[in-house]
């Protein structure tokens, strides 16, 4: 019925998008409002708001990603249990790759995969930085999960057809193509994340001007390592230390 209407296959990939986003955006609002409240009733209005909101708008981007990804998987199947399983299995990769240690050996290949994990990147989000780098990323993962869609709900046009398998070729191509452009800009902009945009109260999540401009000043041929052992358990007094700490580092890493 909806492949009748006076729509192309455009109109029906977006709207059908749009419509799970507006679904799961409003879902979201509705989960910020109630959780900011009661954390600001907790708290007795020591809420960093600026914290708070990079977190949801963090969670609204891989929701969004992981939504256009999921929708490759309805335009595969018309049943929707399959469809679901589907889609679980498409996101788990990015899902797990923070766990990429576990597979594969080599520890540069390992944090290599393990940089474009949906939690490698929500990363800077959750510690109140906004940069371009993660926005690039899943922008253009959502982008290509839509464009996975057009491909598929079109194939009917050729898909039957004296030259399908040409087609099939020339669409593939075209969909490989567009996975080594989502990831290509993803590293080139994960080693050149500028601007990047502390939200957090005080600051918290960034250096200093005179930090920045220490660092900048430093001579490129002598370069400084800095080898931080952090332990996982921890006692409770020292957490928020310890996550000022990775904090810290990472800001480093990132002028680096």
């Given at each position: 019925?909806?492949?009748?209407?006076?729509?192309?296959?455009?109109?029906?990939?977006?709207g059908k998008?749009?419509?799970?986003?507006?679904?799961?955006?409003?879902?979201?609002?509705?989960?910020?409002?109630?959780?900011?409240?009661?954390?600001?009733?907790?708290?007795?209005?020591?809420v960093?708001?600026g914290?708070?909101?990079?977190?949801?708008?963090?969670?609204?981007?891989?929701?969004?990603?992981?939504?256009?990804?999921?929708?490759?998987?309805?335009f595969?199947?018309?049943?929707?249990?399959?469809?679901?399983?589907?889609?679980?299995?498409?996101?788990?990769?990015?899902?797990?790759?923070?766990?990429?240690?576990?597979?594969?050996?080599?520890?540069?290949?390992?944090?290599?995969?393990?940089?474009?994990s949906?939690s490698?990147?929500?990363?800077?989000?959750?510690?109140?930085?906004?940069?371009?780098?993660?926005?690039?990323?899943?922008?253009?993962?959502?982008?290509?999960?839509?464009y996975?869609?057009?491909?598929?709900?079109?194939?009917?046009?050729?898909?039957?057809?004296?030259?399908?398998?040409?087609?099939?070729?020339?669409?593939?191509?075209?969909c490989?193509?567009?996975?080594?452009?989502?990831?290509g800009?993803g590293?080139?902009?994960?080693?050149?994340?500028?601007?990047?945009?502390?939200?957090?109260h005080?600051?918290?999540?960034?250096?200093?001007?005179?930090?920045?401009?220490?660092?900048?000043?430093?001579?490129?041929?002598?370069?400084?390592?800095?080898?931080?052992?952090?332990?996982?358990?921890?006692?409770?007094?020292?957490?928020?230390?310890?996550?000022?700490?990775?904090?810290?580092?990472?800001?480093?890493?990132?002028?680096?």
């Amino acid at each position: 019925m909806l492949l009748t209407l006076p729509a192309d296959d455009f109109d029906i990939v977006v709207g059908k998008f749009l419509s799970a986003v507006s679904i799961y955006t409003v879902s979201l609002i509705f989960s910020q409002l109630s959780t900011f409240l009661v954390l600001l009733y907790l708290s007795k209005g020591g809420v960093d708001t600026g914290l708070f909101c990079s977190n949801y708008l963090g969670y609204w981007f891989v929701g969004v990603a992981m939504l256009s990804i999921g929708m490759v998987a309805s335009f595969l199947t018309s049943n929707l249990t399959v469809a679901f399983i589907l889609g679980a299995l498409f996101n788990a990769p990015l899902a797990f790759a923070s766990r990429a240690e576990v597979v594969i050996a080599k520890g540069a290949w390992s944090r290599f995969v393990a940089a474009f994990s949906l939690s490698e990147q929500f990363d800077n989000f959750g510690r109140g930085v906004i940069s371009i780098a993660p926005v690039v990323f899943f922008t253009l993962l959502t982008v290509a999960g839509l464009y996975f869609c057009i491909v598929l709900i079109g194939r009917r046009h050729w898909s039957g057809g004296d030259d399908g398998n040409k087609m099939f070729l020339h669409y593939f191509t075209r969909c490989a193509a567009m996975l080594m452009v989502v990831f290509g800009a993803g590293y080139f902009f994960m080693h050149n994340d500028r601007p990047r945009f502390d939200v957090t109260h005080g600051k918290v999540s960034s250096l200093s001007p005179a930090t920045k401009q220490l660092v900048r000043k430093l001579d490129p041929q002598r370069p400084i390592v800095i080898e931080a052992f952090i332990s996982n358990n921890i006692p409770e007094q020292y957490s928020k230390t310890r996550y000022d700490l990775i904090s810290l580092l990472k800001e480093f890493q990132s002028m680096a």
